[in-house]
């Protein structure tokens, strides 16, 4: 498979916040939606995964803030990851750190 590459941003949002972060996913020099999203606490990896959610004309992961806030304290620290779907491999990598205030 061809070097994957994914620009790792940081994102901070008040943690009553519901908004996109959008995700631009290339393999190769070809851009692809054949992926899958995860976002986790900080010191923790994935276990499970979905489809990247879709605001107009974007892609990415959505982040809703009560949802990750329920069961952090403040600010709160998040890891996402992508997981290409490509066989036979399925590269997991960072996309995105995200704090919550």
Do not use: H
């Given at each position: 498979?061809?070097?994957?590459?994914?620009?790792?941003?940081?994102?901070?949002?008040p943690?009553?916040?519901?908004?996109?972060i959008p995700?631009?996913?290339?393999?190769?020099?070809?851009?692809?939606?054949s992926y899958?999203v995860?976002?986790?606490?900080?010191?923790?990896?994935?276990?499970?995964?979905?489809?990247?959610?879709?605001?107009?004309?974007?892609?990415?992961?959505?982040?809703?803030?009560?949802?990750?806030?329920?069961?952090?304290?403040f600010?709160?620290?998040?890891?996402?990851?992508?997981?290409?779907?490509?066989?036979?491999?399925?590269?997991?990598?960072?996309?995105f750190?995200?704090?919550?205030?």
């Open positions: 498979m061809p070097q994957t590459n994914v620009a790792v941003d940081f994102w901070e949002f943690r009553e916040t519901v908004e996109l995700l631009i996913v290339t393999v190769g020099s070809s851009a692809t939606t899958q995860a976002c986790v606490p900080k010191g923790t990896r994935p276990s499970s995964w979905g489809s990247p959610d879709v605001a107009g004309f974007d892609a990415g992961y959505l982040v809703n803030g009560p949802t990750l806030s329920a069961s952090s304290a600010p709160a620290e998040f890891l996402g990851f992508v997981r290409i779907d490509s066989n036979p491999e399925d590269p997991v990598i960072p996309a750190t995200l704090k919550l205030t």
